[in-house]
T-cell receptor, first 115, second 112 residues
Framework: GAVVSQHPSWVICKSGTSVKIECRSL??????MFWYRQFPKQSLMLMAT?????????EQGVEKDKFLINHASLTLSTLTVTSAHPEDSSFYIC???????????FGPGTRLTVL | KQEVTQIPAALSVPEGENLVLNCSFT??????LQWFRQDPGKGLTSLLL?????REQTSGRLNASLDKSSGRSTLYIAASQPGDSATYLC???????????FGAGTTVTVRA
């Protein structure tokens, strides 16, 4: 099956710093990728849609200036959490659908802890 | 706004028992419904995808049904095994834009 990777798998940073998370589709090209956030014991919430070659679209309530998304190539999307604060601590997961399918493949997630 | 609810939130069964996991959604205008498995601290693994025109899908010991008009889906896992212990998530997509609305999940523990 299709594989989506994320890097890093976990990161700890100080409040006020920026953190970049990468999402890669390893064996298929993805014109669209999705970023989700999951708080402990809660469901996944869609944050934004990453579009190759154009601006990301953000869900209501998600600050686009805080969560910068860049879809630099057909296999890579990055999420940068700028000026991170403890409330940004969460599990961030990306997903991508291979062309011509309805199934989405999810990355293993990145655990962000902001001190 | 689509609301997805999963009941129960947690379930513990002895090995060999059949599992029944429920998912309900408020807006019946869906494109498809998917069931995922999530292990602690890990990403999601797709289990079954049911298109809105379908009533059920089967894969091995897993069977998922969909009643779109009543806004319900059920995941059946036959003859449960300790390796089935995980959180099972239900997600619906309103259109073919791939955006998913997730339930909070049912955490399953299968006791050996």
């Amino acid at each position: 099956g299709a594989v989506v990777s994320q890097h890093p798998s976990w990161v700890i940073c100080k409040s006020g710093t920026s953190v970049k998370i990468e999402c890669r589709s390893l064996d298929f090209q993805a014109t669209t990728m999705f970023w989700y956030r999951q708080f402990p014991k809660q469901s996944l919430m869609l944050m934004a849609t990453s579009n190759e070659g154009s601006k990301a679209t953000y869900e209501q309530g998600v600050e686009k200036d805080k969560f910068l998304i860049n879809h630099a190539s057909l296999t890579l999307s990055t999420l940068t959490v700028t000026s991170a604060h403890p409330e940004d601590s969460s599990f961030y997961i990306c997903s991508a659908p291979p062309p011509g399918t309805d199934t989405q493949y999810f990355g293993p997630g990145t655990r962000l802890t902001v001190l | 706004k689509q609301e997805v609810t999963q009941i129960p939130a947690a379930l513990s069964v002895p090995e060999g028992e059949n599992l029944v996991l429920n998912c309900s959604f408020t807006d019946s205008a869906i494109y498809n419904l998917q069931w995922f498995r999530q292990d602690p601290g890990k990403g999601l693994t797709s289990l079954l995808l049911i298109q809105s025109s379908q009533r059920e899908q089967t894969s091995g010991r897993l069977n998922a049904s969909l009643d779109k008009s009543s806004g319900r889906s059920t995941l059946y896992i036959a003859a449960s095994q300790p390796g089935d212990s995980a959180t099972y998530l239900c997600a619906v997509s309103p259109s073919n834009d791939y955006k998913l609305s997730f339930g909070a999940g049912t955490t399953v523990t299968v006791r050996a």
